[in-house]
């Protein structure tokens, strides 16, 4: 059964750039079945895509967020992640990862979320 | 790329139906067979329920149910339960970008 699990710091600075990482486990990245995804929660309020990646570094992102997104992967850990630039306390959120057959059908299988704090 | 429109809350007693709204444009929701429904429980991860429009992941009982008509989308839940009780989002895929319903905290009475 896949499993998911975001690290990171959970306090980052404003004006900084957060990143986060989400760890796959139980299945393959690479495996071309999927797409992987991040999302975000800020305190109180609804989600919000921050963008998907397919294994082969295809990426698609929230047109609100683009200028200072970047997911990456990085298939030898099973992993991907998340670069967030020129952060402010509206970024403050709990992050999520996730795992999508394609672009169309949702998000079946969430890590467990982790909180992000812009603070000075 | 606006959220989606749904209801603050809704509510309904045990054994009651409800019925979740989701709206959208001719750009996401009336454009495309691509919604999805998650329930959310406070401090827990969102939990897929519906996925084009109607279809129900394997384990997500049948009193779950979806469907859509021209730009709005709707969650209907029978035999309301109180474990039901949650917080409900809409999503759908509009141009390679998915995006969000504002969600729906649904009140067991």
């Known amino acids: 059964q896949v499993q998911l699990q975001e690290s990171g710091p959970g306090l980052v600075k404003p004006s900084q750039t957060l990143s986060l990482t989400c760890t796959v486990s139980?299945?393959?990245?690479?495996?071309?079945?999927?797409?992987w995804s991040w999302i975000r929660q800020p305190p109180g309020k609804g989600l919000e895509w921050i963008g998907y990646?397919?294994?082969?570094?295809?990426?698609y992102y929230n047109p609100s967020l683009k200028s200072r997104v970047t997911i990456s992967v990085d298939t030898s850990k099973n992993q991907f992640s998340l670069k967030l630039s020129s952060v402010t306390a509206a970024d403050t959120a709990v992050y999520y990862c996730?795992?999508?057959?394609?672009?169309?059908?949702?998000?079946?299988?969430w890590g467990q979320g982790t909180t992000v704090t812009v603070s000075s | 790329q606006s959220a989606l429109t749904q209801p603050a809350s809704v509510s309904g007693s045990p054994g009651q139906s409800i019925t979740i709204s989701c709206t959208g444009t001719?750009?996401?929701?009336?454009?495309?067979?691509?919604v999805s429904w998650y329930q959310q429980h406070p401090g827990k991860a969102p939990k897929l329920m519906i996925y084009?429009?109607?279809n129900r992941p394997s384990g997500v009982s049948n009193r779950f149910s979806g469907s859509k008509s021209g730009n709005t989308a709707s969650l209907t839940i029978s035999g309301l339960q109180a474990e039901d009780e949650a917080d409900y989002y809409c999503?759908?895929?509009?141009?390679?970008?998915?995006?969000f319903g504002g969600g729906t905290k649904l009140t067991v009475l």
């Open positions: 996730a795992r999508a057959d394609n672009l169309y059908y949702g998000m079946d299988v």
């Open positions: 139980g299945g393959s990245i690479s495996s071309g079945d999927y797409y």
């Open positions: 990646i397919y294994y082969s570094g295809s990426t």
């Open positions: 001719s750009s996401d929701v009336g454009g495309y067979n691509y």
């Open positions: 084009e429009v109607s």
């Open positions: 999503s759908s895929y509009t141009s390679s970008t998915v995006v």
